[in-house]
């Protein structure tokens, strides 16, 4: 029988207390989102000697991996804010000032028929977008894979790598995918969709960043050393 939670010892406590992981482990787990985590505590089971052979005997067992203290320490680099639901209206408001703006650039890009005009022959043209479509995602996916993979190691400031020079390679190599369908597309607008979006959130974004990461020690060396975002413009 379920029973809420009322100082009563839950399957999810004992087992927690068992391998020496803290109740706020299992409240972040709530937190960010852990299914298997989150339901067991939210169906508070009682412990009992019988139930608990019981589910120890069967497949009903989600919290042995889950809970062990080596695996749970990697939960560290889980960011709480995006794993946080989106609401309607956020979906709404993300499509009308961001995504929708993308959208138009595909769009453009088949309502024009083929009339391109580019500067150079076409398949001159198509080369040069395609090499810096695969130089921004280069950049982009080996600044975010280092990132991840650093944090699940170590906390703190990551200064080398793809951080070496510029610190903020990830949307460098996001915007360098976006020149390249800019080109492709080769019309006005397209230049103002970016400017609205590179302007308005990614600049905001870096921006703060920045000041997040300054509360480290070693952030003023790093800062005076290395580039924004385009060496040796900015």
């Known amino acids: 029988m379920l029973v809420p939670n009322e100082g009563r010892r839950t399957l999810a406590d ?3 207390r068992r391998h020496g992981v803290a109740g706020r482990h299992a409240r972040h787990d709530r937190r960010v989102g852990n299914p298997q985590v989150a339901d067991a505590i939210d169906l508070q089971i009682p412990i009992n000697k019988a139930s608990q052979a019981s589910v120890e005997r069967t ?7 889950t809970l062990d203290p080596a695996r749970h320490a990697n939960l560290r680099c889980v960011d709480t804010y995006r794993a946080q639901p989106a609401t309607i209206g956020a979906g709404i408001a993300s499509l009308i000032t ?5 959208w138009l650039l595909g769009w453009l890009m088949i309502a024009r028929g083929g009339r391109t005009g580019y500067p150079f ?10 090499g810096v479509c695969i130089v921004g995602c280069s950049i982009m996916i080996a600044a975010d894979a280092q990132k ?3 944090l699940r190691v170590r906390s703190g400031l990551i200064t080398d790598g793809m951080y070496r020079f510029v610190r903020h390679p990830n949307y460098l190599g996001e915007m360098l995918v976006y020149t390249s369908f800019a080109l492709m597309i ?6 103002v969709v970016l400017a609205w979006i590179w302007g308005g959130f990614f600049a905001v974004n870096m921006m703060l960043t920045e ?8 952030w003023a060396e790093y800062k005076r050393r290395t580039w924004w975002l385009f060496p040796p413009l900015l």
């Open 14 to 16: 004992d087992h927690a």
């Open 59 to 65: 497949s009903v067992h989600p919290f042995r991996d």
């Open 98 to 102: 961001v995504l929708g703006w993308y």
């Open 121 to 130: 022959a076409d398949y001159s043209w198509f080369s040069l977008c395609i």
């Open 148 to 150: 991840y993979f650093t």
């Open 186 to 191: 080769w019309h006005w607008l397209v230049v």
């Open 211 to 218: 000041v997040s990461l300054s509360r480290y020690p070693e």
